[in-house]
């Protein structure tokens, strides 16, 4: 464990952008060789759109950076946060503990008010467009989004109390395990069915991505699936069943055009048969 630690405390950019760029080769791969869906796209044209935005989102990370080192620093040097006011434990159970809560004020909290928060919506809506999800969509999330998600990300730091060293390993973590659960790939039900007990599976997460309500507004776990479960936001849905998109922007001029994607949060709200 303590190899780990001393691995994320002083972890190269070049090994994070090589986790990036490695894991959407090796998705890719896979999903050409097992496909859940064999999609009638230009792979690459939608690659590029989502690219697009997962580098918009690696811009305001890094221009942002320096807030987020500042608010682990200040937790760890003032005591401060849920893991500085728990009884001491083992270093495995506290950096689980950590992961975990991370994961819930960080990812499942704010995606939770993307979803009910009208005007936040408007800037999520963006990642729902996609009709096509594959391991490229992952990171398919508007410049605006991506501000507000590296927000929560920090109030996360500053209310869990975790080194710089957790919040490295848990966004890697979490950019391997959305690729993993956007990939166009197919799992043996039952082991996708296991593996959903403790992870956000496959199937798991492509039911968050049906055009249609109440689905849509269900599973927003981003690693583990427990908070999805505890509070009572998981649903299932037989994949043969799923339809991608979300029901108001089901036109390719809407969901595959990045100049409309882009102005999507600052246009007239629409209904879904407009």
Same mark, same amino acid.
Request: aromatic share 14%; net charge positive.
């Given at each position: 464990?303590?190899?780990?630690?001393?691995?994320?405390?002083?972890?190269?950019?070049?090994?994070?952008?090589?986790?990036? /760029?490695?894991?959407? /080769?090796?998705?890719?791969?896979?999903?050409?060789?097992?496909?859940?869906?064999?999609?009638?796209?230009?792979?690459?044209?939608?690659?590029? %759109?989502?690219?697009?935005?997962? =580098?918009?989102?690696?811009?305001?990370?890094?221009?942002?950076?320096?807030?987020?080192?500042?608010?682990?620093?200040?937790?760890?040097?003032?005591?401060?946060?849920?893991?500085?006011?728990?009884?001491?434990?083992?270093?495995? &159970?506290?950096?689980?503990?950590?992961?975990?809560?991370?994961?819930?004020?960080? /990812?499942?909290?704010?995606?939770?008010?993307?979803?009910?928060?009208?005007?936040?919506?408007?800037?999520?809506? %963006?990642?729902?467009?996609?009709?096509?999800?594959?391991?490229?969509?992952?990171?398919?999330?508007?410049?605006?989004?991506? =501000?507000?998600?590296?927000?929560?990300? &920090?109030?996360?730091?500053?209310?869990?109390?975790?080194?710089?060293?957790?919040?490295?390993?848990?966004? &890697?973590?979490?950019?391997? /395990?959305?690729?993993?659960?956007?990939?166009?790939?197919?799992?043996?039900?039952?082991?996708?069915?296991?593996?959903?007990?403790?992870?956000?599976?496959?199937?798991?997460?492509?039911?968050?991505?049906?055009?249609?309500?109440?689905? &849509?507004?269900?599973?927003?776990?981003?690693?583990?699936? %427990?908070?999805?479960?505890?509070?009572?936001?998981?649903?299932?849905?037989?994949?043969?069943?799923?339809?991608?998109?979300?029901?108001?922007?089901?036109?390719?001029?809407?969901?595959?055009?990045?100049?409309?994607?882009?102005?999507?949060?600052?246009?007239?709200?629409?209904?879904?048969?407009?």
């Amino acid at each position: 464990m303590n190899e780990i630690i001393n691995y994320f405390s002083t972890i190269p950019s070049s090994h994070r952008a090589f986790i990036l /760029a490695g894991g959407i /080769a090796f998705f890719w791969l896979v999903e050409t060789a097992v496909p859940l869906f064999k999609f009638n796209y230009n792979k690459w044209q939608h690659a590029g %759109i989502n690219i697009f935005f997962t =580098v918009t989102t690696i811009i305001v990370n890094f221009c942002l950076a320096l807030i987020l080192l500042k608010a682990a620093d200040w937790t760890t040097e003032s005591h401060f946060g849920i893991l500085n006011w728990l009884p001491q434990f083992n270093i495995c &159970t506290y950096t689980i503990v950590g992961l975990l809560l991370l994961d819930l004020i960080g /990812a499942y909290l704010i995606h939770l008010i993307e979803h009910k928060v009208k005007f936040l919506w408007r800037f999520h809506l %963006i990642h729902h467009t996609d009709t096509w999800i594959d391991t490229t969509s992952a990171n398919r999330h508007h410049p605006g989004e991506s =501000v507000l998600r590296f927000i929560f990300t &920090t109030f996360g730091v500053l209310i869990v109390g975790c080194p710089m060293w957790m919040v490295f390993l848990y966004q &890697t973590l979490s950019v391997v /395990a959305t690729q993993f659960n956007h990939a166009n790939i197919t799992l043996p039900k039952k082991l996708d069915m296991i593996l959903s007990c403790f992870i956000v599976s496959p199937d798991m997460h492509k039911v968050h991505h049906h055009y249609v309500l109440p689905y &849509t507004d269900s599973n927003y776990g981003n690693i583990f699936s %427990i908070w999805d479960r505890l509070f009572g936001t998981f649903k299932t849905l037989d994949r043969e069943k799923l339809i991608y998109g979300v029901d108001t922007h089901m036109k390719p001029e809407e969901n595959n055009k990045l100049s409309n994607l882009l102005t999507i949060p600052f246009q007239k709200r629409r209904s879904p048969n407009s």
